[in-house]
């Protein structure tokens, strides 16, 4: 008898260890999800449901300013998860829930990135700051740009030399003169934008949204940071920086160094700044139907060629107290802005 209930007793052990295996699974299952696996988290930190603002910064240098600071309060529950090789800090910046994450600097892993954090969280808002080149002499070293809408300028229609068309002729930047250039010409293209329930748009320019740039607007009266050193006035900038509401915003897969690509784009397109990632961004933003701003502050000059240790210091510095400065104005703002 015993050896007959031997086979019994095994198959029980199995299926005792395949229902544990299986356990196992989707617990890893869970865990690697990336359809709102924070709900229940989100409640715990703070006793209820909880929107957070959304910081997307694309450098360490911005992160780790922000992190730093005494502004940021990480949570004492849960202060960070990691998910598909980023890390989500979650705390509070002025008593307003936020979670911060750096989603890197190329656009295809900023639109990864800013796409996981709605994917994670209940998000009202975000809020994208870090440093950009100036295409235009109204912004200085240390001034934060405040733009009303970007574009993503590295989505080009290369043309044929014959055609001329192109709004960017590479033959009007030939030397001594200009001329005829096998390059031809190239158009830049619109972005498609899908919303859900909406037929989707073709745009070459991102708005901003209007809301978030009025509350924005009270942050004029900033006193932004000139010197590195501000007890003794040393590695001080030669202006005094301010910050510059208006404008656009030009957004591609290039470091920008070139004068006479720069003054193009301010005089065909009137953008005034330049940087990597904000048009990803926006379109991100846009596409999940949330309220976005940007702050870029200013670290070097396309037209003059100036850049420093000095000026990417204050513009990571500036850039950071914008941003927390308008954390404050949300959190306690009694306009009627719809989250």
Known sequence: MALAGLPSKMLAVELAVMVLVLLAMAQQSMQLSLRRPLPGLAKKINGNAV??????????ASEDALLNSSFFVPSTLVPYIDVVGRRFNIGKIKDVDVVVVNVGGEIPNVVLGTQVLFDLVSIRGIINFGSAGSVRDSLRLGDV????SVAFTGNWEWKSNTSKRGKLKFGDFNLPQKGANSLGSADFQKVKLYTAGNPSENLLWLPVDSDWLTVASELQVLT????VNEINKTNCLENTPAIVFG??????????????YGEFLANRLNATFVDKSSAAVALASLTNE??????RAISNSVIHGTSGSNSRYLA??????????FIELIGTSNSVIGY
Do not use: H, M, W
């Open 51 to 60: 929107s957070y603002l959304g910081i997307v910064v694309t450098s360490s």
């Open 145 to 148: 740009a405040v733009p009303a």
């Open 290 to 295: 949330v309220p976005y701003i940007l702050f």
């Open 247 to 260: 404008g656009r915003g030009s957004s591609a897969d290039i470091y920008l160094k070139n004068a006479a």
């Open 224 to 227: 932004l940071q000139e010197c």
């Open 316 to 325: 990571t510095a500036n850039s950071v107290k914008v941003a927390v400065k």
